[in-house]
């Protein structure tokens, strides 16, 4: 360590600070998927939903910890990042609604329940209800499709849709 | 008849877990492989068995492993990697397995790992399938306390161990090039074949990609044998097969059968026939990538010799019907949407030309389409046809355009004629803007 110049142990110390921001609890996570692969690059998609997972979206911090954590430069993270749908870069609600817009659910109802959706959210797709509630989102087939109409909220799948059971759901979801 | 897929499956219970598992005859076939066959050996069983894919190509399984190198001079580690992406609109069967019976997926791989001589295997799975990835870890970790999984397995020279990767959404993870990127912690763009993943794949090393079902079908080859597996069948190629049907049928639902079975018993049997007040158009026989096929060809048996005779693939085998209270236009445009949106990017006839074909097909919803347009639909179907893209998802789009507008010409042009979609009170009518802003985190410009 002596023989490195101020200017470098100035970024290690910058770097350090940078991983410590993830909680203790994030970085073991993230740990435990990397012993998966060879290379620590090939974590970076896991570790970015383990921040999900915690605090609800990426921000440009948590990207530029994890970055740090994994070797990899914010600029080649986020390149990966942005590829995903399922990757959230912005703020989302407390719950998101993932409304399965492919054929089958199309052909079954798809539009009643946007509609309604809509109506009762008093949103359109891709925003946050005022009181960050919900955001309403489209999502590709949900391989549930002989139960369409079907979304999912959070982790959880609802098929089998009616606008009433839109509504029944929602309430589930405080 | 036999149902050796999904014969442990209990529609919505728990599975089978270690203990029962194994009382039904599971993990046999690692201890028939592992015992008594050499690795070439249990390639020849596959091969003879004549197994295709099941992932959509149909490629015959045996074949794709013969190219793996093998013996003591060939590149490790090796890789197997399970292709549990499912995410193409209308397909609904590896759910089915991976929730239903996961120490099946577990068994399967250990024995494909031992023909191929792997040393690890990836589940990339997608990450809305949460049940199945829960259920995946808590096989795995059973299956390793039993030593199914790590080092020496059953006391052979034998090692492998399986990792499940959840991945975060996009269609073209599922390209099998595209998912060795994804697996790598790269941006999911396809890679250039040659060098196939066989011998250049994860991290350079040989790798085979195989989707859940196919690989499912494994250990029933090597407990049972080769002829009782051929018997399944009723055509040429061996085996049972996932079918599903779904829209507005009076069953929706995925039936094992034989493969072979009929569209026409798929349809009127296993799925009841059309819902009362609905009729019957046509049906995309296997997923949102294939053409379109109508009542003349009902009787044709669902296998990969037999669909192309209607001049559409089988696909995943899942199928999605289309009546008459459905807007034909509609239904491209909501297709093309989804291919536009999933294109990946990388190359311009696909993300510009998927784009274009799916403003095309809005505006003529919205009433506003012209003639010549038509013609500009069609001069798409052409340019964006096989060899001219760098993988398969723009031909996969435009083999639903190109058969809709071929058996359903009339209502397009009605469209034009009328300026209006002649289903605009129907609940998928073109009242609503069917466009808004994807998600925040996309930046390809798809539209
Ligand atoms: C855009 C695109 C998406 C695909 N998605 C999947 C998928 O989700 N699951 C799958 O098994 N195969 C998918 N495939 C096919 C794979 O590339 C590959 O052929 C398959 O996994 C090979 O396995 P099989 O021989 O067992 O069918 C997709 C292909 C393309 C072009
Ligand atoms: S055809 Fe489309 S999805 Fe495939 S590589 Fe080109 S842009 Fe990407
Ligand atoms: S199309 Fe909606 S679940 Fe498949």
Known sequence: ?174 | MERPLTHNIKPRAEPLWLAEYEKAGGYESVRKALRTMTPEEVQKLVTESTLRGRGGAGFPTGKKWSFVPMGADAPRPKYLVVNADEMEPGTFKDRLLLEGDPHQMIESMIVSAYAIQADVGYIFLRMEYGIAAARLRKAIKEARAKGYLGRNLLGSDFSFEIYLHTSAGRYICGEETALLNALEGKRAIPRAKPPFPQVVGLWGKPTIVQNVETLCNIPHIITHGVEWYRRLSRGKDGGTKIYGVSGNVKRPGAWELPMGTSIRELLEEHAGGMKDGFAFRGLLPGGASTAMLVEEHLDLPMDFESIPQGGSRMGTGTMIVLDDHTCPVGFAQNLEHFFAQESCGWCTPCWEGLSWTERILQSLEDGQGRMDEIDVLTMHTKLLAPGRTFCALAPGAMDPLQSLLKYCRADFERHIHEKRCPWRDEPNGADGARTWPVSSSMIVPTR
């Open chain 1, 1 to 174: 360590m002596s023989s490195l110049r101020s200017h470098d142990r100035e970024l290690i110390t910058q770097h350090s600070a940078l991983i410590t921001m993830l909680s203790d609890v994030e970085r073991a996570e993230i740990e435990e998927e990397l012993l998966h692969y060879p290379d620590k690059q090939a974590g970076c998609v896991e570790a970015l939903k383990v921040v999900q997972r915690h605090r609800g979206w990426v921000s440009d911090e948590s990207l530029k910890s994890v970055a740090a954590l994994l070797g990899m430069t914010s600029e080649e993270l986020d390149s990966v990042a942005t590829f995903y749908n399922l990757i959230f870069r912005k703020p989302v609600g407390r719950h998101v609604i993932f409304l399965c817009d492919s054929i089958s659910c199309w052909v079954c109802g798809y539009d009643i329940m946007r509609k309604g959706l809509q109506n009762r959210l008093g949103i359109s797709m891709g925003e946050t209800t005022p009181d960050g509630r919900f955001t309403l989102l489209p999502i590709v087939c949900l391989g549930a499709c002989d139960r369409a109409p079907t979304m999912m909220v959070d982790d959880d799948l609802h098929e089998d849709l009616t606008t009433e059971k839109v509504d029944r759901v929602l309430e589930q979801y405080p």
